[in-house]
């Protein structure tokens, strides 16, 4: 199993960014997916999380209202739509994979990171 993690980069504050997760070993739609961040010095923190066929989303409060979670089943894929960034939210992101049907804190398969860097 490979979840791939990629979009990231320098930006400034104020911009957008989207972030995606593409899979591979194993059948994407039996998944919960979510994203997690990690920043410098810091405990890693849940950001996001879609069900299996995308008709649930859940948000941390932290970036609540300027994130956006999808998925594209077809293409094993899933997304991180950021918007008015802020340095603050520079980190690693990381999206992983949940065997399960409803959400919670254990996930199963982690990707590589992707780092996002917002300048001031």
């Known amino acids: 199993v490979q979840l791939q993690a990629s979009g990231g980069g320098l930006v400034q504050a104020g911009d957008s960014l989207r972030l995606s997760c593409t899979a591979s070993?194993?059948?994407?739609?039996?998944?919960?997916m979510g994203w997690f961040r990690q920043a410098p010095g810091k405990e890693r923190e849940y950001v996001a999380a879609?069900?299996?066929?995308?008709?649930?989303?859940n948000y941390a409060d932290s970036m609540k209202g300027r994130i956006t979670i999808s998925r594209d089943n077809a293409k094993d894929t899933a997304y991180l739509q950021m918007n008015s960034l802020k340095p603050e939210d520079t980190a690693v992101y990381y999206c992983?994979?949940?065997?399960?049907?409803?959400?919670?804190?254990?996930?199963?398969?982690w990707g590589q990171g992707t780092q996002v860097t917002v300048s001031s």
């Open positions: 992983a994979a949940r065997s399960s049907s409803t959400f919670g804190k254990e996930y199963r398969y």
């Open positions: 070993g194993l059948t994407f739609s039996n998944y919960i």
């Open positions: 879609i069900s299996r066929y995308g008709t649930l989303t």
